[in-house]
């Protein structure tokens, strides 16, 4: 069973950064795709970025050019978050497909204070 593990969420500032992290149990190279989505309290669960496994990137346009997506050799991939706003707060889930089957993580909040 692959797992999904996401780190890096918090506090922080209007205008600050933070780094989440997407663990997986096995090689992120695994992925024909990993993406990342966001649930803010009392709405649906949107597209926040995506990255094949080419190294392709998308990101919805909300966060385009503040948001960057990356990932390491070895079994995690990255969403650095910068210059961070108030609708940026949400719990922020790791998605990743092998071929057709997708998984998620649990999720880490993210909270960014005025």
């Known amino acids: 069973q692959v797992q999904l593990v996401e780190s890096g969420g918090g506090l922080v500032q209007f205008g600050g950064s933070l780094r989440l992290s997407c663990t997986a149990s096995i090689s992120i190279f695994s992925f024909k795709v990993v993406a990342w989505y966001r649930q803010a309290p009392g709405k649906e669960r949107e597209f926040v970025a995506s990255m094949t496994a080419g190294g392709a990137t998308d990101y919805a346009a909300s966060v385009k050019g503040r948001f960057t997506m990356s990932k390491d050799i070895a079994n995690t991939a990255y969403l650095q978050m910068s210059d961070l706003k108030s609708e940026d707060t949400a719990v922020y889930y790791c998605?990743?497909?092998?071929?057709?089957?997708?998984?998620w993580g649990q999720g880490t909040q993210v909270t960014v204070s005025s």
């Open positions: 998605r990743a497909f092998q071929g057709t089957v997708g998984y």
